[in-house]
C-alpha cells in the first residue's frame, strides 16, 4: 500500500521561504506532484518531477519561484519555496500515480500560511 506523507508547512511572512518534505513509501514511483488547494478554490497543480532522470514541470504562478526536487535514496520529494506571496496559502498534497504524471495516490496535506 502506497503512503505518502507531506511536513514543512506552517505560517511566514510574505517575501519569506518554505521547504515541504513528502516521504513516499509503498512501491517504486514514476513522478511525484505537489498540488494546492486554497479555500473556495480547486486544487491546481504546482510542480512534478520524474523520479529517473530528474524531468520537472511547474505552473506558471511559481516558475522561477518553487523548485521541486527528489532524493532517491530516501524516497522523498521536496518543493523548496522562495518569494511567497499571500495568494500562495493553501493546503499542498502530495501525489503520486501509475505512470508518469498521473495521479491516484494522494497524501494528507500540509498547510502553508503566507501573512502579509
Known amino acids: 500500500q502506497v503512503q505518502l506523507v507531506e511536513s514543512g508547512g506552517g505560517l511566514v511572512q510574505t517575501g519569506g521561504s518554505l521547504r515541504l518534505s513528502c516521504a513516499a513509501s509503498?512501491?517504486?514511483?514514476?513522478?511525484m506532484g505537489w498540488f494546492r488547494q486554497a479555500p473556495g478554490k480547486e486544487r491546481e497543480f504546482v510542480a512534478a518531477?520524474?523520479?529517473?532522470?530528474?524531468?520537472?514541470r511547474y505552473a506558471d504562478s511559481v516558475k522561477g519561484r518553487f523548485t521541486i526536487s527528489r532524493d532517491n535514496a530516501k524516497n522523498t520529494v521536496y518543493l523548496q519555496m522562495n518569494s511567497l506571496k499571500s495568494e500562495d496559502t493553501a493546503v499542498y498534497y502530495c501525489?503520486?500515480?501509475?505512470?508518469?504524471?498521473?495521479?491516484?495516490?494522494w497524501g494528507q496535506g500540509t498547510q502553508v500560511t503566507v501573512s502579509s
Open positions: 501525489a503520486t500515480g501509475p505512470a508518469n504524471f498521473v495521479y491516484d495516490v
Open positions: 509503498g512501491r517504486t514511483f514514476t513522478s
Open positions: 518531477i520524474l523520479w529517473s532522470g530528474g524531468t520537472t
